[in-house]
């Protein structure tokens, strides 16, 4: 494994793989001294364009477990302002010759166009409305945690389908995983199409008690720049995960931050069936296996040449298609 | 009201050139035949059997030994040559020479520059700068509303003088009705065709590609296909009350082929053009989010693709256009999202249509060939003809050269071409427009040329 793009890239053994290796680096966080020399003299940068707490410390915190240097650079205050590209800018970082580039940007696809760009490893952090890869491992190595395994379990994703990254790579993770998934929302915030994915959709909550795990996911006031529901509080009557909805047996999961009251109720926020704290918890040891996973076996970034020439290299092969491919034609025969 | 001389041509010299022993194919004019073909001046003065004619001291000859196709050069009535203003994309000169390249003797130039084609001085300083630099003949199609903002009519009537073919609003829509039925109300006046960009904003704000499976997975916005066929009809309707001639662009959707179907029924004068992207590629072809495949409409299903060839089969849609839209490497080396629309398209309309129509059976030539000369008309411009007696807009092509289009060596200034990386057959090796030397592919053509003969 080069890089972590997508949950797309992965198949069950490697879900497998990096779960079990997070499972090992757990026992760590127990110990006194909370880390390990794996990733010594290897450097890990924090590369921003959203504002994030909880996925930049918990990737800071996972590499300084390893014992990796970390560096974090945040779009806002920066060169960025000033209006350096993207491509630009992770030119500009490479100098530093980083080992690894946890990236989280607005656009889709961003993680993968500056994997070809540079000879980091890259880890999707977030790519616009398009996948949270750690997310998912961190949620598959919760439940696991928590169920052993989810196999023949029913998920149901609730809430704004249509802006959530979480959603898309959760869908893919937990089907992979043998869970069957559901996603419930308003119509205007569940895409045309999704059952594409393999997923049921419902509009209401209706079946909800069928379900063995709820998934609910943030309402995104920032994201909320059109009117996508009448209002916040008729959300919260139709789809809001509260004491009366949420059955005893079900486990209740939210990639955070919650907006209490709306999303969830306070109290099944409080309540045991709630593993949202496990869950930043398990963030750490996820993304420590994920950056072992990457770095453990590889070289390590040469001191010596030009970053600039091995970037140019890389783009001279990147655009020189090897064959020419055929044009559609042979699709209408 | 028709202006005198609504196409700008260059400064290059009338040619004499003797094309020996070419197929020559003219749908219009029933001809399927070789001949040797005479260009005395500009314009075609013998027709002959095969091998008959001979070349003339000082006059370049070519001998296609029976493999060279001759047809009448390529209209494309929708292109983006970014000046002024944007320079850095493209200009008269590099776009011009990316038209003669794919063959086209004439092209339409869209006012989305900055400033906005939208009054006479400019509409005259664009025509003076054709006249010094362009190599094809170039018409231009100045703003419907002042600044493209839709909240007021340009000087129509001024610029039809002046020489504006129509009008167009190309890049946005016009949104309001209202202001749309006063521009099909003026054209009583001033004549010219109106040019629509059919997008309803409200629909597709935020969208970078087709709304649909492709979207879904990759998280990308989705723009739906009603958002361009709900316009299409409203605005053919809004055509068919006022008795206005409307032309709709770039269709892209089974639904949009629908409306322009029935206001055909029902005798409305509209017409509507189809890209060779959208007759060949599909959202399946955005799902490496390769920026060169983003344009607006956006890349649809393989269903709307069939639609859309069928409806060019039929004459529903009545001609080819490119929508050549260069950007700058740098702009479009960004993620997905945030990447401007367009692909450019006139150094590869006619080999990507041949080989992924013609080749495989699913269009004839001659049908291509009409088709892709057919915007003239539509335009009140005389159409290319291979007669004895007509001007020399020529194209011709190896049909079996082999080709990959690549990443480098284009013409147009910007590289941004979504058939980069396919093999393509056929190739234009000689343009001639308006009976000058427009294009000329030394290279391919070395093999043909009739050496011994010239200047003897």
């Known amino acids: 494994m080069n890089h972590l793009l997508s949950i797309e890239d992965l198949d069950r053994a490697a879900i497998e793989r990096i779960v079990s290796q997070a499972e090992r680096f757990a026992e760590v966080s127990h110990r006194d001294i909370k880390k390990v020399p794996a990733l010594r003299g290897r450097m890990v940068l924090n590369l921003f364009y959203e504002a994030s707490t909880r996925t930049r410390s918990s990737f800071e915190l996972a590499a300084k477990r390893l014992s990796a240097d970390v560096v974090n650079f945040a779009a806002s205050g920066s060169s960025v302002e000033k209006g350096e590209s993207l491509k630009d800018t992770v030119l500009t970082l490479s100098a530093h010759r980083p080992d690894a580039i946890v990236l989280r940007t607005p656009w889709a696809g961003a993680s993968e166009l500056v994997s070809k760009w540079c000879s980091a490893a890259i880890v999707n952090a977030g790519d616009g409305k398009h996948e949270h890869p750690t997310q998912a491992l961190l949620d598959v190595y919760t439940l696991r945690q928590r169920l052993g395994s989810i196999d023949g379990a029913s998920i149901w994703i609730v809430g704004d389908v249509a802006h959530s990254r979480v959603a898309r790579s959760n869908i893919l993770a937990f089907q992979r995983m043998g869970a069957s998934v559901t996603v419930a929302g308003p119509p205007t915030l569940v895409p045309r199409s999704i059952e594409q994915l393999g997923c049921e959709v419902r509009y209401t909550l209706d079946e909800l008690p069928g379900a063995d795990i709820v998934y609910a996911l943030r309402m995104q006031r920032e994201r909320m720049n059109d009117v996508w529901v009448p209002s916040l509080r008729e959300y919260a009557t139709w789809y809001q995960i509260n004491a009366r909805r949420l059955q005893p047996h079900q486990i209740l999961m939210h990639p955070g931050p919650v907006n209490r009251g709306l999303e969830l109720s306070g109290e099944v926020v409080d309540s045991p069936q709630a593993v949202i704290t496990a869950q930043v918890e398990a963030g750490v040891v996820v993304r420590m296996a994920v950056l072992y996973e990457l770095l453990a076996g590889a070289r390590p970034q040469q001191a010596s040449g030009s970053v600039r020439a091995d970037v140019s290299a890389l783009d001279a092969t990147a655009g020189q298609a090897a064959e020419p491919q055929p044009l559609a034609g042979g699709r209408l025969a | ?456």
């Open chain 2, 1 to 456: 009201m028709t202006p005198a001389h609504p196409l700008s041509t260059g400064p290059a010299p009338a040619a004499d050139l003797l094309l020996r022993d070419v197929r020559v194919l003219d749908p219009r004019a029933h001809i399927d035949t070789r001949h040797d073909v005479r260009v005395r001046a500009g314009r075609i003065t013998e027709l002959a059997h095969p091998a008959t004619l001979a070349a003339e001291p000082g006059s370049e000859a070519i001998d296609g030994e029976g493999r060279l196709t001759l047809v009448p050069a390529f209209f494309d009535p929708h292109v983006h040559l970014r000046t002024p203003g944007q320079e850095h994309k493209e200009d008269i000169d590099s776009g011009t020479r990316a038209a003669a390249a794919g063959g086209f003797a004439a092209v339409i130039a869209m006012p989305n520059t900055d400033p906005v084609l939208d009054s006479a001085p400019l509409l005259r300083s664009l025509r003076d700068a054709a006249a010094r630099e362009a190599h094809v003949a170039v018409g231009f199609l100045p703003a419907i509303t002042r600044g493209l903002a839709g909240e007021q009519l340009t000087e129509m009537a001024e610029l039809r003088q002046q020489g504006a073919l129509g009008f167009t609003d190309d890049g946005k829509p016009v949104q309001s009705a209202g202001m749309l039925r006063k521009a099909l109300q003026y054209q009583r006046l001033c004549g010219g065709v109106l040019a629509l960009h059919e997008e309803d904003p409200t629909l597709s704000r935020g969208g970078a590609m087709n709304e649909g499976a492709v979207s879904v997975a990759l998280g990308i916005a989705g723009i739906p296909t009603v958002a361009e066929s709900t316009m299409v009809a409203r605005d053919a309707a809004l055509a068919g009350y006022e008795d206005a001639r409307v032309h709709f662009q770039h269709l892209s959707c089974a639904a949009s082929v629908d409306a322009v179907a029935a206001a055909k029924a029902r005798g409305y004068q509209v017409s509507a053009e189809v890209t060779p992207h959208h007759l060949l590629l599909t959202e399946e072809d955005v799902r490496g989010m390769d920026t060169r495949m983003k344009m607006h409409p956006p890349l649809t299903t393989d269903a709307d693709r069939r639609a859309l060839i069928e409806a060019l089969r039929a004459g529903t849609i009545d001609c080819v256009a490119t929508d050549h839209a260069p950007h700058a490497r740098d702009e479009k080396e960004v993620p997905f999202e945030q990447a401007p629309m367009g692909t450019t398209g006139l150094e590869t309309a006619f080999s990507a249509l041949y080989t992924g129509l013609v080749l495989p059976g699913v269009i004839d030539l001659a049908l291509l060939v009409e088709r892709m000369t057919a915007g003239a008309a539509l335009f009140e411009l005389a159409t290319p003809v291979i007669e004895v007696g007509a001007p020399a807009d020529l194209a011709l092509i190896d049909l079996d050269a082999e080709w990959a289009a690549g990443e480098h060596g284009w013409q147009s200034r910007s590289a941004n071409c979504c058939f980069a990386g396919r093999a393509l057959r056929g190739r234009v090796l000689l343009t001639l427009s308006a009976g000058a030397l427009a294009h000329r592919g030394e290279r391919e053509l070395a093999s043909f040329q009739y050496g011994d003969l010239v200047g003897a």
